[in-house]
């Protein structure tokens, strides 16, 4: 039965069903590149939100607006504060999807931090108060590039999920996105038909992880490897490089992907890849997508200033996201996995369904340098070199880990595209539910 929508179009917003891939979504476009929204253009999206939402399809929105009209005085906040309130209602029902092609700034922009995922081209702009507002309260001057290009948002605020060059991009990525996800919150996601072989063997996966303990690689490799016909949809490439999100697929069945990126800070977690890893985290497990986690990090970064700006805060997000994510949860220690970054990285204690780890993976405190740097501060530099190696042949290896329950198996990387796929399926009749409450609270 083809769905209907009964047109709530304004004179600068337009609002449709479209179509794509056999499935439809509500469509939001501006009707003029850069004019200003009015009370009943911000009305005429929260409608279209709510219809999205009745309907049980993905919500999409393509803006480029010079932002709500002064003339409408304080009614326009009424307009788009009725907004807000359908895309906070709509969040983890269906899929909202947001792309900007021009400028999006005013209150209205603030939508974007509704979003599950956000689109920039090249030439857009976002920003809440802007150049002139600036110089008005503060004194700087600034270029509008400076505080709300598109690709300051891929690569400074994390706002950008994905930069592309135009227009017409905007909706192949939608398109490529949404193809992992479900319509709404009661489906699963649509698998896709694929040649690769489930009992493919990839011991390149492993050929890709140097010798030296410090040395760095590029983990996407290591998923692209592992991943039906080596496709991975990567998620805020350029923010937070030090962690890697997107999504790929293993035996036909879309995963979100966790990785830490050893080439950006080591791999080590700071504040900025906790807040990605625990949004990323957040969506795939409100749209029963399973989670494949890839550690390997000496730990969360150490420093005054991340200390000051609330470490512990911001480094708690991912923990509480994983905690209470009820979707499937495979781990795979690749290497290093020490301290708190063990903890978060969806350790088997934060209730992990499945944790496999390579015979390279070592789980400890802290590297052998440091815990005997502690541990015998007052020994000899010799003596210290020899109690490192000690350490390193007695802990640095998953074997104790194992022995203890906090690794599952230790599998060869050869194995691991297989193992991934068994525990995909072995799990996909998890069913899990938290206790019931009104809401958590989460840390922010």
Not at 127 to 156: C, K, M, R, W
Request: aromatic fraction near 8%; hydrophobic fraction near 40%; charge should be negative.
């Amino acid at each position: 039965m083809p769905i209907t929508l009964r047109s709530k179009s304004t004179q600068c917003l337009s609002t449709e069903i479209y179509e794509f891939d056999g499935r439809s979504a509500v469509l939001v476009k501006s009707s003029e590149k850069g004019s200003r929204l009015s009370v009943e253009d911000g009305l005429a999206f929260a409608d279209a939100v709510r219809s999205a939402r009745q309907k049980r399809i993905p919500f999409m929105a393509v803006f480029s607006t010079s932002g709500a009209d002064p003339a409408d005085g304080a009614d326009a906040a009424f307009g788009w504060a009725r907004a807000a309130r359908e895309l906070s209602l709509t969040s983890g029902v269906i899929p909202i999807l947001i792309g900007v092609d021009g400028p999006l700034v005013s209150s209205v922009s603030l939508m974007l931090g509704l979003s599950d995922f956000n689109v920039f081209t090249t030439d857009s702009v976002a920003f809440v108060s802007g150049p002139h507002t600036i110089e008005t309260y503060t004194g700087t001057q600034v270029e509008v590039d400076e505080i709300g290009a598109g690709n300051l948002h891929s690569s400074t605020t994390g706002v950008a999920s994905v930069l592309v060059d135009d227009g017409e991009e905007i909706f192949d990525t939608f398109r490529e996105f949404l193809s992992f996800f479900p319509n709404h919150v009661d489906e699963l996601p649509p698998t896709l038909e694929s040649s690769d072989i489930i009992e493919r063997e990839t011991p390149e996966a492993g050929e890709l992880i140097p010798e030296s303990a410090t040395g760095s690689y590029d983990v996407r490799e290591v998923i692209a490897s592992l991943a039906d016909d080596g496709d991975f949809f990567e998620v805020k490439e350029q923010w937070a490089s030090n962690l890697v999100t997107g999504f790929a697929r293993f035996g036909e069945t879309p995963v979100g992907i966790v990785a830490n990126q050893t080439q950006a800070l080591a791999g080590s977690i700071d504040i900025p890849a906790s807040q990605k890893g625990a949004r990323f985290v957040a969506l795939c497990d409100a749209f029963n997508i399973p989670l494949l986690t890839m550690v390997d990090t000496s730990g969360f970064l150490p420093g005054k200033d991340l200390e000051w700006r609330g470490m512990i805060r911001h480094g708690a997000q991912m923990a509480f996201a994983y905690a209470r994510a009820t979707v499937p949860r495979i781990g795979l220690i690749l290497r290093k996995s020490y301290g708190g970054a063990y903890i978060v990285m969806d350790s088997r204690y934060m209730g992990n369904d499945v944790m496999y780890a390579w015979p390279s993976a070592e789980v400890a405190v802290m590297g052998a340098k440091g815990a005997v740097g502690i541990l015998h501060r007052k020994s000899s530099p010799e003596e210290q070199e020899e109690l490192v190696k000690e350490y390193e042949d007695k802990y640095l290896t998953p074997y104790p880990a194992a022995e203890r329950g906090s690794i599952t198996e230790v599998i060869s990387p050869s194995e691991t595209r297989t193992k991934i796929i068994n525990s995909l399926w072995l799990l996909q009749s998890k069913k899990e539910k938290l206790r019931p409450r009104k809401h958590d609270n989460s840390p922010l």
